[in-house]
């Protein structure tokens, strides 16, 4: 047996068209497009990338994308203040800081500068306000990671209702939204971290497993029901090539891939899962395109709310 493959591009692409002429109808209405603020601090490498395909992708669709790029010496202070004037803007609906933020701004940076970020313009959903509406089911503003998961599963129609789903990791911006999103359309969910004791049998009974650990191929064969959908969620670069040659076959995608870059990217998920699994998302190719079309989204969203649109 060979899982089906969830197109995390066909699907991100159909948001994206769907987004694209709501934006064209704000932007008529309201006489300027809807405005997403990215901080970028540091000259982290991924990071760097990762704003890039964010303001790109935001243009693509018409909507406006301001990147703020910040030298790493900059003091928390300052940063605190450019958040208050992105959140001050008209022009601004939606706020990213991208995360990692760096060391030197000290171990509870990152939480201050996203408390601060108004809850309206919240498209990570990070805020704890965001957080708790969530958490009751009246959220607006869910992080695109999760939120796209979800927008995977439906439109792939992977039911959800009546299933038993374990969400392996339990991290605010990961593995707590994905499991709550998963509770409210009615799966049972159970959520597994580090201290989890016999995981691969936890993991077994799932209908939907989902891996948000951050180990390149963590979850194999042995963690999965045969049959199950599994959604993997990490992205890890592999430059190491005996991991490579005992992950990947000779003539696979992935050993051609680390041949011509030197790296190779993949999941939590183990490449063998493909025989047991019956639906799997891809690394890369699965969830990834969905985080950044479900951005823009919500910055559409954020953008409607604040014209008083929408609920
Ligand atoms: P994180 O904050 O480091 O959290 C990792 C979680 O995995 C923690 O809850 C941790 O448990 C758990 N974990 C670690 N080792 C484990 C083990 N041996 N057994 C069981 N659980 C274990 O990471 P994150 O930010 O949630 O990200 C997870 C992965 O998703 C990363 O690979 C990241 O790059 C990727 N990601 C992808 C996207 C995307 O667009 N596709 C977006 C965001 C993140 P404890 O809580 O007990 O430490």
Redesign the pocket.
Known sequence: MSARLLDGIAVANQIRAEVAPAVAAFTTRVGRPPGLGIVLVGDDPASDIYVRGKVKAAAEVGIRADAERLPATISLAQLLELVERLNRSDVHDGILVQSPLPPALGDDAERRVFDLVHPDKDVDGFHPINVGRLVQNRATLVG??PS?VIELLERSNIPIAGTRAVV????D???KPMALLLLHRHATVTI?????AD?PAVARDADILVA????PA?VTRAFVKPGATVVD????RLADQSAVERLFAPGSKGRDTFARRGSVTVG?VHPEVAEVAGALTPVPGG??P??IAMLLKNTLRAAEQRAGWAG
């Open positions: 695109g990671t796209g392996i990791g339990r991290s911006i990961v593995g597994c971290h580090s201290r989890t995981l948000a650990i951050g180990r963590f969620i990490g992205i890890n939590d969830v990834g969905l985080t």
